[in-house]
């Protein structure tokens, strides 16, 4: 299997997604970044699950691993619990296209290693989607894909 990073981005001006597509050696071959319109964090991450899964099917790409530092939307697709209203269109699409996919899983990571995929939802790719091939990478983002190889630990600190 192949894993699938995605992780939406909502600021006070922009709402955006992103993914990183690994092989299934863990290495980063692709990324795609795009703009949004929904004005909910979870409806940036659904998007960040739907751009990737239209990726694989694109690609022949037909078993993923897809993982999400948010919980709920894991739990949205996993049938846990049931989806807004307002984002039920949305996950019937997603639904739907990975009704084609081979083997599919889907699950909950920490937002520590889920950073590559955070740093390419913050990219400003003007209206459109946009796509990175591993040579094209930015420095950081190959930065943060280093360190996830090296099995970089992080500590978390306790809020107050």
């Known amino acids: ?7 939406g981005s909502l600021t006070a001006d922009r709402a955006s997604y992103g993914g990183i597509i690994r092989d299934d050696t863990g290495a980063a071959i692709m990324a795609y970044a795009g703009k ?18 239209t990726l ?7 078993r993923v691993s897809i993982r999400s530092d948010s919980k ?12 807004p209203w307002s984002l039920q269109t949305l996950k019937v699409r997603i639904t739907s296209l990975m009704e084609q ?9 920490w937002r520590e290693l889920n950073q590559p995929a955070d740093f390419v939802a913050a990219i400003d790719t ?10 094209n990478f930015p ?10 190889s090296d099995r970089k630990t ?3 600190t306790p809020s107050h």
């Open 56 to 62: 694989y099917i694109q690609k022949d790409l037909l």
């Open 1 to 7: 299997m192949t894993a699938l990073h995605c992780d």
């Open 154 to 156: 992080y500590f978390r």
């Open 139 to 148: 420095p950081d983002l190959v930065e943060l894909i280093k360190n996830d």
């Open 101 to 109: 996919l081979q083997r599919k899983e889907i699950r909950h990571v």
């Open 72 to 83: 709920l939307a894991a739990d949205i697709l996993n049938g846990i619990v049931s989806c």
């Open 126 to 135: 003007g209206d459109g989607e946009s796509f990175l091939y591993r040579p």
């Open 36 to 53: 949004g319109d929904d004005n909910s964090v979870l409806g940036m991450e659904l998007l960040a699950i739907l751009g990737g899964v």
